[in-house]
């Protein structure tokens, strides 16, 4: 069954689910859901009405912290592990947090693998993300990852950019905006800067003297000609913020290059206004960024017809975050681990174990068993062995292999040596060559290509140049005193040669 994961994103007005089912290189969003803080009577209010939807509940819960909220700092560092990493960066960062060390979290990322790498270190107090965590377990959510917003977005961002090139996400809210610099699957740097679409609702009503919410209504739409000029000039205040930060990394040198493209989510990147400008003012192309654009992202149902990037795509990312990945941040540490699946595990550990045991036993109580039968019948047979060596040569006394030594007694019966007599015959090889040569004349054309002699009978095989050489050499060898029954089985034509090829069988007296 795949396995389901709830991206939560609770921002300053509004909190955004999405719940995919994560299967094999592919995603399935099955749920998504949108609750506006303020009308659901508080943040309290608006968790509780988004968990109404009973398959919103999820084992997996990610989740994330606003960039106002943490202190970020660029540090070299001598080495590559990340264990002695650990180790080293709450004496690197004391002096520069302002918070007693106790009372912070601290991760961080690889911003540049070197000899020396460069890493990103974000920090935040204990009591922030400590009121998340409790705020959600008091609605049975348990949180498997906190991130820091934005960060999830460029990193999937990132993996279809050009790895070459310095890119720029903005993600703009109600009263803050979050910058994130990245590069290849790096995060360079995070900002953030006092702006948000709150700022641009305000001059709608300003302007055209309507409430807040017909604001955001013109806003979205883009009509508030009243409020341009104010609004330009808000939003230029807001360029320029951006745009020195952007200046003073490459005159530090965290930077070589202004990013090629501006990317834009949240709220208040749905003023089309906003973007105008920002492309005017940078002079670079800027586009709203779409997490669910990515290939390996499938919706299901209806839920794609009211799918908003702009305002989906932080829980979208979250929910689609490799939760074991080390390009992002984690402040689920120390006291605010996920807790729930490794009570669970311990419970059935022993269990687990025990089984596990009795497993192991009962295969290693039948490598036992077995190995001692076929050790007992490898002994019987070798014994075996034994008395049929004794009863056939009771003469040898000592043995060693009796199996080699039967072999190699076996094969002089067969095959005795040229020289000595036959044990069954007591005709000699010599003898039976000495015989065939002078019955033979040496005009006689006749070339021997296999002699086999078992002591009773002779079988020859050989060639010579016609047939009637064949009836020849049948003649003169009936004429000895040694072979009886000199038969030719078989004489045939051996075409490439050009001659005969013959099988000669001869039985001793």
Known sequence: ?????????????????????????????????????????????????????????????????????????????????????????????????PYSFDDVLIDYIITTQSEQPEAL?????????????????AHHIETSVIDIDAVAVALKLAAACDPEKYFLLLDIGKRNTAGVLFKGNKISQIRHFRFGGEAISDSIVRAV??????????????????AKEDICKICNDFFTDVGNTLNFLILNSNMDLMPSRIFLTGGGSLYPLLREEM????????????????????????????????LMNQALALATRDVRDTHGFNFSLGDFKPKKKYDEFKKGFRWMAILFLIILSTFCVDVYLTYRYDSRYLKDLKQEITDVFHKTWPEVTRIVDPVQQLRIKVEELRNPPAGRENLLSGVRVLDILDDISRLLPASVDFVVTSFQYDGNTVTIKGQTDNFNTVDNIEKALGKSNIFNNVKISSASLIEKENRVGLDLKMDLR
């Not at 968990?51 to 970020?72: K, Y």
């Not at 270190?121 to 377990?137: E, Q």
């Not at 003297?209 to 009243?226: N, P, T």
């Not at 654009?293 to 499938?298: D, K, L, V, Y």
Request: net charge negative; proline share 5%.
């Open 1 to 97: 069954m795949p396995e389901k994961i709830l991206g939560l994103d609770i921002g300053e007005d509004s909190i955004k689910a999405v719940q995919i089912a994560a299967g094999f290189r592919e995603y399935h969003v099955v749920n998504s859901a949108m609750i506006d803080i303020e009308e659901a009577g508080g943040i309290d209010k608006a968790i509780e009405k988004l968990l109404e939807n009973d398959t919103l509940r999820s084992s997996i819960c990610v989740t994330s912290l606003p960039v106002h909220q943490f202190s970020f700092r660029n540090i070299k560092l001598p080495f590559k592990s990340r264990k002695k990493i650990k180790q080293i960066l709450p004496y690197e960062l004391e002096p520069l947090i």
């Open 209 to 226: 003297g309507c409430d807040q919410h017909s604001a955001e209504e013109i806003k979205k739409m883009g009509s508030a000609e009243e």
């Open 121 to 137: 270190v974000a920090s935040v107090p204990k009591s922030t993300v400590g009121d998340l965590v409790n705020l959600l377990a």
């Open 279 to 310: 492309e005017r003012f940078f002079s670079l192309p800027v586009a709203v960024a779409d997490v669910s654009a990515a290939e390996n992202i499938r919706f299901e149902g209806k839920i794609m017809k009211n799918w908003d990037p702009a």
